[in-house]
């Protein structure tokens, strides 16, 4: 099987955290590698919930390593 799709959710807030970072986690062929959140509380809820994502305070941030 090929490795699954690696998907950054951009913002945290409610659709972030209630709709489309557990709708990628619940598909198998899709995982949640990057979370985008300057927010310190919605980044630690993001880390709870997701601990193998990577965290990041901006778009940027997350497209500078790639």
Known sequence: ???????AIIGYGLAGRVFHAP???????TEVAAIVTADPA???????DHPRARLVA???????DQ
Do not use: M
């Open 42 to 48: 919605r980044r630690a809820s993001a880390a709870a």
């Open 58 to 64: 901006t778009p940027d941030e997350l497209l500078a």
């Open 1 to 7: 099987a090929p490795p699954p799709l690696r998907v």
């Open 23 to 29: 709708l990628v986690a619940a598909e198998p062929r």
